[in-house]
């Protein structure tokens, strides 16, 4: 998706070890939001970030870090990855217009399996 | 959770007919939006529909939002092939700086 990559697009873990999904865009967007989308919950939210090193929680960030030391960078990390984060990660991007006006602009997702 | 409901889940109708998806939400709202997202891809931007409005169109999408029902609705005037794909609701809550999504209607166009 124009502006928005997500790395890597798939990946297998083990259960216990560290993963750290990243976000990257070059839209110089201010918002910037890490979902996870799982079959029968729809997409729910993780954490986002409203600006460089100000990030908040979403409704399922249990287990789950985020960080953003730059605008174009927005880095989820699972601790210890375990089965029940088995999922696609979706982030997402918005402006502060966009946010009334056009919405978000999606990257193509990360596929992550844990075993 | 604010999360809303879609309704149906899935839809299967012939191409050429009209398709009409509805979405619930459950606290005031700024705006409503609506987005696609074909199998193995990620979400794309439909249609935003602001909370005084009533109804917007967008070439075949039609999207009216009744906010004392807290309710929207999708058409999808005289679909395709290409239109099959899953399709979301999100609310833009007031007060709120991130969009809370419905679990999405599963379209699909027979030829």
């Known amino acids: 998706d124009a502006g928005i990559t997500q790395s890597p697009r798939h990946k297998v873990t083990e259960t216990g070890t560290p993963v750290t999904l990243r976000c990257h865009q070059t839209?110089?967007?201010?918002?910037m939001y890490w979902y996870r989308q799982d079959p029968g919950h729809g997409l729910r939210l993780i954490h986002y970030?409203?600006?460089?090193?100000?990030?908040d929680k979403g409704e399922v960030s249990d287990g789950y870090s985020v960080s953003r030391s730059k605008t174009e960078d927005f880095l989820l990390t699972l601790e210890s990855a375990t089965s029940s984060q088995t999922s696609v990660y979706f982030c997402?991007?918005?402006?502060?217009?966009?946010?009334?006006?056009?919405?978000?602009?999606f990257g193509s997702g990360t596929r992550l399996t844990v075993v | 959770s604010q999360q809303g409901e879609e309704d149906p889940q899935a839809l299967s109708i012939q191409e050429g007919e009209n398709a009409t998806m509805n979405c619930s939400y459950k606290?005031?709202?700024?705006?409503l939006q609506w987005y696609r997202q074909n199998s193995g891809r990620g979400l794309v931007h439909l249609i935003l529909?602001?909370?005084?409005?009533r109804e917007k169109h967008s070439g075949r999408l039609r999207v009216t939002l009744d906010t004392s029902k807290k309710s929207s609705s999708l058409l999808i005037t005289a679909s395709r092939a290409a239109d099959t794909a899953s399709y979301f609701c999100?609310?833009?809550?007031?007060?709120?700086?991130?969009?809370?999504f419905g679990q999405g209607t599963r379209l699909t166009i027979n030829p």
């Open positions: 999100a609310a833009g809550h007031q007060g709120a700086q991130k969009l809370v």
């Open positions: 839209e110089n967007h201010r918002y």
């Open positions: 529909i602001r909370s005084n409005e």
């Open positions: 606290t005031s709202i700024n705006n």
């Open positions: 970030s409203y600006g460089v090193k100000d990030t």
């Open positions: 997402a991007i918005s402006g502060d217009r966009d946010r009334d006006s056009y919405g978000y602009t």
